[in-house]
Antibody
Framework: QVQLQESGPALVKPSETLSLTCTVS????????WSWIRQPPGKGLEWIGN???????NYNPSLKSRVTISVDTSKNQFSLKFSSVTATDTAVYYC??????????????????WGKGTTVTVSS | SSELTQDPAVSVALGQTVRITCQGD??????ASWYQQKPGQAPVLVIY???NRPSGIPDRFSGSSSGNTASLTITGAQAEDEADYYC????????FGTGTKVTVL
């Protein structure tokens, strides 16, 4: 059974770069999209971006200028870097596996395995 | 619009049926997926594709779609179904719905 585990600092200072890693265990990183999602306190889910295992990326347009997602297939890990953070970037950050494809009539995209999430606070 | 709109909150009597809707233009081309999130926990996928349930999700959860609206139906709601529910789809980007808080009375 595939499991995901986020890791990284719980506290980041304003203007610095938030760095998180997601380790995939129990399965291969190949043939899937790997996503980062965040949830500010008391608010809804916000998609940050994803990376296909071969390295192609897609980012939320509203966050794109500050986000970099990378993958290390040799370690079965993918990572998030989020620059110039402010207090509004305080959130629970989740990593997730995403499946994308198409049937005869429709496309589909869903996230079937999630990490437990890690809380990141931006504060001096 | 690329946004996905959900009703903020719905309530349902124990054992009754509740439908949660999600509206957005991307749903004309993409199936919605649905996630259940309980307080302090990560979201859990409950419906994907036309009406598929991951292993372990009870069959009281079902999905449907028409035009720009996707629906999640809980038939015979249980106390443990009380949670926030989010839809998800994509177009040029990936979007989550605004979320619906389901209260089981």
């Amino acid at each position: 059974q595939v499991q995901l585990q986020e890791s990284g600092p719980a506290l980041v200072k304003p203007s610095e770069t938030l760095s998180l890693t997601c380790t995939v265990s129990g399965g291969s990183i190949s043939n899937y999209y790997w996503s980062w999602i965040r949830q500010p306190p008391g608010k809804g889910l916000e998609w940050i971006g994803n990376i296909y295992y071969i390295g192609s990326t897609n980012y939320n347009p509203s966050l794109k200028s500050r986000v970099t997602i990378s993958v290390d297939t040799s370690k079965n890990q993918f990572s998030l870097k989020f620059s110039s953070v402010t207090a509004t970037d305080t959130a629970v950050y989740y990593c997730a596996r995403a499946v994308a494809g198409s049937s005869i009539y429709f496309y589909y995209y869903y996230m079937d395995v999630w990490g437990k999430g890690t809380t990141v606070t931006v504060s001096s | 619009s690329s946004e996905l709109t959900q009703d903020p909150a719905v309530s349902v009597a124990l054992g009754q049926t509740v439908r949660i809707t999600c509206q957005g233009d991307s749903l004309r081309s993409y199936y919605a997926s649905w996630y259940q999130q309980k307080p302090g926990q990560a979201p859990v996928l409950v419906i994907y594709g036309p009406n598929n349930r991951p292993s372990g999700i009870p069959d009281r959860f079902s999905g449907s779609s028409s035009g720009n609206t996707a629906s999640l139906t809980i038939t015979g709601a249980q106390a443990e179904d009380e949670a926030d529910y989010y839809c998800n789809s994509r177009d040029s980007s990936v979007h989550f719905g605004t979320g619906t808080k389901v209260t089981v009375l």
